[in-house]
T-cell receptor, first 115, second 111 residues
Framework: NAGVTQTPKFQVLKTGQSMTLQCAQDMNHEYMSWYRQDPGMGLRLIHYSVGAGITDQGEVPNGYNVSRSTTEDFPLRLLSAAPSQTSVYFC??????????????FGEGSRLTVL | KQEVTQIPAALSVPEGENLVLNCSFTDSAIYNLQWFRQDPGKGLTSLLLIQSSQREQTSGRLNASLDKSSGRSTLYIAASQPGDSATYLCASGAGSYQLTFGKGTKLSVIP
């Protein structure tokens, strides 16, 4: 049972480049989300999904796009990377779409540097 | 908007000591309160989940309590060990689809 798998673990981009961070879970979880973690700022929610075909914005959605075509996958797209997007990104999932009963399971993180 | 605060930001204790980590939140209408552990360069691991109707949860040497009326939760670690060294984060579920995280307490257990 792999849990939540994120790829890549490390990535360096130049300003203006685009890329996709991949997230997959094998636990049949309804809820999936993306957080970024920055020193002094804590974890902040970027986007989340409560099921295939359903996504919504979190606290800091600007500059990021998401889609949820399957239950398993929830990719995060950076369309035009900016230095302010240098961060560690975490994908997390939960079996409960309502987040009021289930634990949140995290991936190992993707460290992104934008030059 | 829910705000979650963890004090202190860092804590250093000798091995074997019992300790308490604190978490406070501004919106008492929470669904649950979760405690996580994060090791350097790693993701977060869920330690304990307390539903809003519960007062505490226990797992091994860990005990978490919840007092919604005062907006506080505590994580008690008994007989601390060097392997307990990590950053501990709490998060509250005040809205249906989001958790709000504190910035964490970095714990160092000295052998």
């Amino acid at each position: 049972n792999a849990g939540v798998t994120q790829t890549p673990k490390f990535q360096v981009l130049k300003t203006g480049q685009s890329m996709t961070l991949q997230c997959a879970q094998d636990m049949n979880h309804e809820y999936m989300s993306w957080y970024r973690q920055d020193p002094g700022m804590g974890l902040r929610l970027i986007h989340y999904s409560v099921g295939a075909g359903i996504t919504d914005q979190g606290e800091v959605p600007n500059g990021y796009n998401v889609s949820r075509s399957t239950t398993e996958d929830f990719p995060l797209r950076l369309l035009s990377a900016a230095p302010s997007q240098t961060s560690v990104y975490f994908c997390a999932s939960s079996y409960s779409r309502f987040m009021n009963t289930g634990e949140l399971f995290f991936g190992e993180g993707s460290r992104l540097t934008v030059l | 908007k829910q705000e979650v605060t963890q004090i202190p930001a860092a804590l250093s204790v000798p091995e074997g000591e019992n300790l308490v980590l604190n978490c406070s939140f501004t919106d008492s209408a929470i669904y649950n309160l979760q405690w996580f552990r994060q090791d350097p360069g790693k993701g977060l691991t869920s330690l304990l989940l307390i539903q809003s109707s519960q007062r505490e949860q226990t797992s091994g040497r860990l005990n978490a309590s919840l007092d919604k009326s005062s907006g506080r939760s505590t994580l008690y670690i008994a007989a601390s060990q060097p392997g307990d060294s990590a950053t501990y984060l709490c998060a509250s579920g005040a809205g249906s689809y989001q958790l709000t995280f504190g910035k964490g307490t970095k714990l160092s257990v000295i052998p």
